[in-house]
């Protein structure tokens, strides 16, 4: 969401709907290379949803998202909610399966990066949910992609292992990749991210580096913007009806 490079991502009136239920009604963003932009908001206010459109996963209702980047073999690497893998496969064996559909993949490599290779043997069925997503992290990172997509990245990971995906983030990020996150970990949030998006009712209710976001709410904490945002100062709920199935639960 800089001014000052070409974009990598750029997400103009983005709108979507299931039913009667409007998740996003008009979110615009763009994305430099370089940058880690996380995207903030309430259970169920649209994130997901969000970034499936990012990637293509999803068919907007309306709007646009163009990527820009440079001429690279992969422009887009994605790492879903949750992310799922054959079960009879090793570590190793997945990411080889993926590095087949790329001009170059260091699989090794990516292994050592997320902390896998001393499991790289094991099958996927035997991780833990952690060690899955470690591998889902090492599946869209694979072939240096010019946009890293990341959903809730950090769910299910020790804090040790947090810090060492947001290090890697900051890695790709510090070569040129630009990265979207979603993320309920506003302290790792608040240390890494370049900008922070609070996605709410459809829309982006504040945007801006954290440490313009606390200097606004008059807090000290990234989780005590977001409430003072969110909730108003009135202790409100932080659920949103704006799912797809018109449920109050993660999109």
């Known amino acids: 969401m800089t001014d000052d490079a070409p974009a990598a991502v ?13 998740v996003l009604d008009g979110v615009s963003m ?7 932009v996380a995207i903030v908001g309430p259970n169920g206010s649209g994130k997901s ?8 996963v999803r068919a907007a209702g309306g709007g646009s998202v163009e990527l ?15 992310p799922a893998f054959r079960e009879g496969f090793t570590a190793r064996d997945t990411l080889d399966f993926y590095a087949r559909f790329l001009a ?4 090794p490599g990516t292994l050592e990066r997320v902390g896998l290779s001393g499991v790289s043997d094991r099958t996927v069925g035997s ?8 591998l889902g992290l090492g599946q869209a990172i694979l072939g240096s992609p010019d ?9 299910g990971l020790d804090p040790a292992m947090v810090e060492r995906l947001f290090a890697v983030v900051g890695e790709l990020a510090a070569d040129g990749t630009a990265v979207v996150v979603a993320s309920h970990n506003l302290a790792a949030v608040e240390m890494h991210a370049d900008t922070v998006a609070l996605l709410d009712r459809g829309r982006f209710a504040a945007v801006g580096p954290p ?7 008059g807090t000290e904490t990234l989780v005590g913007a977001f409430l003072a945002i969110v909730e108003g100062g009135e202790g409100g709920s932080t659920v949103r009806a704006s799912a797809g199935d018109g449920e109050a639960t993660e999109r």
């Not at 980047?69 to 887009?76: A, P």
């Not at 991780?127 to 470690?134: A, E, F, H």
């Open 10 to 22: 750029t997400v103009s009136d983005l709108r979507q709907s299931f039913g009667d239920v409007t």
């Open 30 to 36: 763009s994305v430099a290379p370089g940058d880690v």
């Open 49 to 56: 949803t969000l970034l499936e459109l990012l990637v293509g």
């Open 68 to 82: 820009g980047g440079g001429e690279g073999d992969r422009r887009v690497g994605y790492l879903p909610q949750r």
């Open 104 to 107: 170059e993949a260091d699989v």
């Open 127 to 134: 991780l833990s949910g952690g060690m899955t997503r470690l």
């Open 147 to 155: 946009v890293l997509v990341l959903d809730e990245p950090g769910s």
């Open 211 to 217: 440490a313009d976001l606390l200097s606004e709410t």
